[in-house]
Structure formats: structure tokens, C-alpha cells
């Protein structure tokens, strides 16, 4: 079943759409603004991996040259490994994501984001954060928030949701923000002698914004959401963390 969302973002419409590809995938969706598109698909095991004591999620997140309409020529024919905005973007991805998963959860998680579509006016990376949640969101993987992310810029004084590249270059503020309906669970960018205050109101600004998208999701989440793992609590060691907290309480205080 095919099912989509539109979320009105600044000059453009954010579009999320589910159900018409990798739909052996946990959870997929793409997300288009403009003419930029990515694909977002999660996959995840239904059993814990023994023997470990992390949460082994890992996050790819890939820039075809297909995307932007040109393709490898000469002696290498195919693309190399990430580039830096392409590990930087993958890691973008990753900070706001990983913190919000269960306590204990050890089953292995896989996020691939491909960027399909580029009209070189609107950055994927943001597209690919969106893209990322929403794809938890629906699946059966344990998420204990929904969020979202956007990018915002600030031109002439102005604050703008989403600013294309040419934008960015003319503005004095290139921010991200990230996080749930309720708080913000990461910040980046930076800005060209901005005052606190400013960044204050930007802050407010793109969590309006990502307030907007979370309840989106949410709705998409209702109508083509799975049923969630369960995931037992680690058991706490009380012995341990009595002696822990005798040992440093005092010099901690």
C-alpha cells in the first residue's frame, strides 16, 4: 500500500512516501523536496547479537553522481568509497538518531540512505535525517521518539526554512536542528558573527518546524506502521552500583 505525506517547508513542499520501493526493507520511504530526492531504508535483525555490550547501528549515507545527471569516465568506472560530505552526512544522521533507542537494545540495525535525485538547489543531508526517522518510525524497530531535522539559513536578516545552496552562500546563518516534538537532541552549524539571541530565535524557528514534521510522521506512522520488538531492560547489577556510589558519591558532591 502506497501512502504519502506533504508538509508544507519554507518555499517548497517536503513529500514522504512509503510502499512503492524497497518494501523488503524494514521500513523505506523517500523523501523529496523540489527536485531532490533520497531513498531511506532500514533494516533490522529480530534477534540481539550475543557477546556485545553496544548498540551496533550503523548509518550509510551515499551521493550517487547518477543523482545530479553525470556518471564515473575514464580509467575508474565506478564511484570510490564516501566522500567527506558523505561521512559527514551519515554522521549527521547518526547523533540525533542513536541516543534514542532502548536501554539494552543489541539487535544489529542498518540505515542506508541514497540520494536518487539532486536539482543542486536543495542539500540531501537533511532530506536524508528525515528520511532516516520516518523509516524507524514505521518499522518494528524500538524508537522512543519521533523526530526530524531541518536546516535553517538566514538571509538579509530573515530566517528561511530549508535555504537552497545559493542561499546559504548569501546568508550569515547555516544551522541544523534536530529533535522530537518536545526537545532538540542535536544542534550544528554556525554563522558569521551571530549574537546568542539570534541563535536563540533560529533554534525556535526550525523547532517550529521539526514540531510540524514529527506530527506528520506520526499520522504516516498510524496508517502503515508495524508492530514494535519489545525489548527486555538490562538488569541492573545493585551490588555493583551501591559500591559505585559509595566509593565516588561523596567525591562527586
Partial sequence: M??????PMGEHTLTIETGRVAKQASGAVTVRCGDTMILAAVVGSDSPREGIDFFPLSVDYRERGY?????PGGFFKREGRPSEKETLSARLIDRPIRPLFPDGYRNEVQIMITVLSSDQVNDADVLGLIGAAASLVISPVP????????????VDGTLILNPSFE??????????????????????????????????????FGHAAVKEICAAIDGLRD????????????????????????????KMC
Fill in 67 to 71: 543523482a545530479a545527471g553525470k556518471f
Fill in 143 to 154: 524508537l522512543l521518539h519521533t523526530i526530524a531535522g531541518v536546516r535553517v539559513g538566514r
Fill in 223 to 250: 496508517k502503515v506502521g508495524k508492530p514494535k520488538l519489545e525489548v527486555e531492560p538490562p538488569v541492573l547489577d545493585e551490588t555493583l552500583k551501591a559500591r559505585v556510589e559509595e566509593l565516588g558519591r561523596d
Fill in 167 to 204: 542561499q546559504l552562500d548569501q546568508g550569515d546563518l547555516n544551522l541544523i536542528v534536530a529533535g522530537s516534538a518536545d526537545s532538540l537532541t542535536m544542534v550544528e552549524g554556525g554563522g558569521r558573527e551571530v549574537s546568542e539571541q539570534e541563535i536563540v530565535e533560529a533554534l525556535e
Fill in 2 to 7: 502506497i501512502e504519502s505525506i506533504q508538509i
